[in-house]
C-alpha cells in the first residue's frame, strides 16, 4: 500500500515536471514562432491623420520593400473606436483591412489585426467589454475562412493600468466568444500596464490553449521616448544615447525634475545597457517557460525626433539580439511613423546603413 501511494506521488510528481501539451499549444507556438522579424504598420491607428485612410496608406511597393528587407509578419494596429467617433461605418474600415489581407497573401506576410486605442478600464468594462467583443464578432465572422497559419487577432492593445484580474476576466471573456464562431484562431493577450512584462510576470495563463502572450518593451523609457510631447516632462530630457556613456550624458531638463523620469534619468546609468535589456526580458521569458506558453514582443522601438541615429541602430540591433537569444519573436515599432526605420519616405534609399546592420538587411533577402 505503502509502495503504491509512493508510485502515484512519484507519477504525480513527473507528470507535473512534463506537462503533456496540447495540439493547440503546439500549433500556437509555431504559429508564435512564424511571426518572428514583424514590423508595425501604424496606418489604421492614426487619430491624428488629417485625411483618414490615405495618410501614410500602404501600397503594392511598400509591401514589396517589407519583403525585401526580409520581414515576415506585419501587425496592423485598427482604432476601430475612434472610426466609430466619426462615424465611420466598420464596413469602411474593413474594406482596407480586406486589402491588407490581399497584400499580405500575395507576398507571404503573415497579418496581426490589433485592436487599438480601446477605452475600457476599471470602471467601464462592464459595458465595454461588450462593445469589444462586438467588434471582434464582425470580424472572426468576415474573416473565419481565412488561413488560421496566417492571420491573427490581437484582442486589445496595451490594456491601461487597470486591476490586472478585470483586465484577465475581460480578456477571457473577449476570447471565449470569438471561440464560439472560430475555435481554430491563435489570439494575441498582453497583460494590463500596457503589456508590461512585470503585469503579466505575476499573471497566470488563461483557460485556451491557443493563445500567443505578448509585452511590449520600450526599456530603458528614458532613452526610447525621450522628447515625446504625448508622454510629458517625465521624457523631456534629450540626448540621451544608447548605451549609457558618462561623457556625453546630457544634463536634466529642469521639468522631468519631481516626475518618475527623474528616477529613470538617474538609473540610466545602470539601465542603459545591453546586459540591463537582457534581465529585464529574462523576466518574462522565466514567466513564459514556467507556464510553457508562446511568446512574443509585440513592439519595440525608438523615437526618432530627438534620438541620435547611431544610438537607435544600435539599440534596435541590440533588443533583436536578444530577443533571438531568448527564442522570443519580435515585431519592431514601426514602419513609417514617428519611429520609422527609414530617415525619409520608406525606400532601401531611405535606409541608412546602420539600421540595415540593426534589422539584418544584407541586400540578399
Known sequence: ???????????????????????????????????????????LDQTWAKDIFKDNEPTKTDFELLKTLGFKSIRLPVAFVFFESKNIPIENVLVHIDEVIKLCRVYGLKLIIDYHYGQINDSNYLTETPKIINTWLILTKRYKNESADNLFFELYNEPPHMNPVIWKDAAYNIAAAIRKVDKKRTLIVGASNFNSIYELSRTERLADENIIYTVHFYEPFLFTHQGADWVGDQVATTGVTFPYNAENFPAINPKTKGTWGETNYYQYRTDGN???????????????????????????????????????CRYIKAIRQTLKKLNIPGILWDYSGSFSIFSGAPSIQNLPDCMKDAIGYTGKN
Request: charged letters at 20%.
Open 1 to 43: 500500500m505503502v509502495f503504491v501511494t509512493l508510485l502515484i506521488i512519484v507519477q504525480a510528481i513527473i507528470a507535473k515536471s512534463n506537462p503533456i501539451v496540447s495540439p493547440e499549444r503546439l500549433l500556437a507556438f509555431k504559429r508564435a514562432k512564424s511571426l518572428d522579424n514583424g514590423v508595425s504598420i501604424s496606418w
Open 274 to 312: 545591453v546586459q540591463s535589456l537582457t534581465d529585464k526580458l529574462l523576466i518574462i521569458k522565466k514567466w513564459a517557460t514556467k507556464y510553457d506558453v508562446p511568446l512574443i514582443c509585440g513592439e519595440y522601438g525608438a523615437y526618432s525626433k530627438y534620438g541620435d541615429l547611431d544610438s537607435r
